[in-house]
């Protein structure tokens, strides 16, 4: 009996879920990541330098030794609970997120399937089609989720709750502050697409080489294994984060910026003219690698967090398909 289709709710619910266990696994990553990426050329940065004899530029010990104890303030100084801090506020915000974007992604694909074969630039025209439409009523939650992060080391009033901080998004630019970086995001829905896609690719061709592989020793095909699974999405991710990561610390530059004293506005950069001016300020504070300051957070982070998230996304929903299968097998057998 052939499986089940996949419905919009079926990956939606999926997702999400696999969201919650994949943020709450690695969240002390994301926030060290986040503090790292938002910050140019600070004091601190150029005091770490100073005290290592250095220019403080991207690359040098000195910069790799100030990420280091960036890490153990976060994980030592304050315990387990600061390495969680506003946890509750991102596993919601991302499961959201992912809830939108494979609900609507799917609904996309299986129009488009059911009129025409699909190949892999469709796939990614489709999945960035679903991601642009998710960011459009989600950044307003990622802009907040950033400001949150980031106010214990860049806030003049120390650490700020979602409420607090979007007061102080507003305040600071309007209702224009919550789209931040909308133009550099739109951008980066290549990120998840190129992911989504090159796994869904990668896990048809082993799937069809271990079910050759299966038959030519006489035995029934399985599908495939948990690690399996895991491995395919870690290396989907790592191709697709290491071709955007500049992107990605452009526009949690753009959203982690703050109005100072007599500075007019605040917010409203999501352009490309901005992306330029933030990428010359960091290569003219770190050098031009700095682009790719904070590059193996990152990595860390999103490998783990997509992968664990598509692993347990594609496990949850093949035990639904089985499940599925087996109650329309039962009701046959009864009839």
Not at 38 to 66: F, L, M, N, V, Y
Not at 209 to 215: H, Q, Y
Not at 289 to 306: C, N
């Amino acid at each position: 009996m052939p499986a089940p289709a996949t419905t919009p709710l079926m990956d939606a619910t999926t997702a999400a879920l696999g969201s919650l266990a994949a943020d709450l696994a690695v969240y002390p990553i994301e926030l060290h990541k986040t503090r790292v990426q938002a910050q140019i050329g600070t004091p601190r940065r150029k005091a770490a330098a100073q005290r290592d004899g250095t220019d403080g530029t991207a690359g040098s010990e000195a910069e790799a030794r100030a990420q280091r104890r960036a890490a153990v303030r976060v994980y030592s100084l304050v315990g387990l609970l600061r390495m969680y801090e506003g946890v509750s506020w991102y596993v919601c915000k991302s499961a959201l997120q992912n809830f939108v974007y494979f609900f609507i992604r799917r609904w996309i694909t299986n129009l488009y399937v059911g009129r025409t074969r699909m190949g892999m630039f469709e796939s990614m025209a489709l999945s960035s089609a679903a991601g642009c439409i998710t960011l459009t009523g989600m950044l307003p939650f990622d802009v907040i989720d950033v400001r949150c992060k980031t106010s214990a080391i860049l806030g003049d009033d120390g650490r700020e709750g979602p409420l607090a901080a979007a007061r102080g998004i507003y305040k600071d630019g309007g209702l224009a502050a919550f789209w931040n970086g909308l133009g550099v995001a739109y951008v980066l829905t290549s990120n998840p697409a190129l992911t989504f896609t090159a796994f869904d690719k990668l896990k048809l061709l082993e799937q069809r080489r271990l079910v050759r592989s299966e038959r030519r020793q006489g035995r029934r095909p399985k599908a495939l294994g948990t690690l399996h699974t895991f491995a395919i999405a870690s290396a989907a991710k790592s191709v697709a984060t290491v071709l955007t990561y500049p992107l990605i610390r452009a526009k949690v530059i753009m959203q982690s910026r703050r109005k100072r004293g007599g500075e007019q506005g605040g917010g409203g950069s999501s352009g490309v003219m901005d992306l330029f001016v933030i990428w010359g300020e960091v290569m003219k504070a770190e050098g031009y690698l700095g682009v790719y300051d904070g590059l193996g957070a990152q990595l860390s982070k999103s490998v783990l967090s997509s992968a664990l998230l598509l692993m347990t996304k594609d496990q949850t929903e093949a035990a639904i398909i089985r499940a599925l299968r087996r109650l329309a097998e039962a009701k046959g057998g009864g009839g």
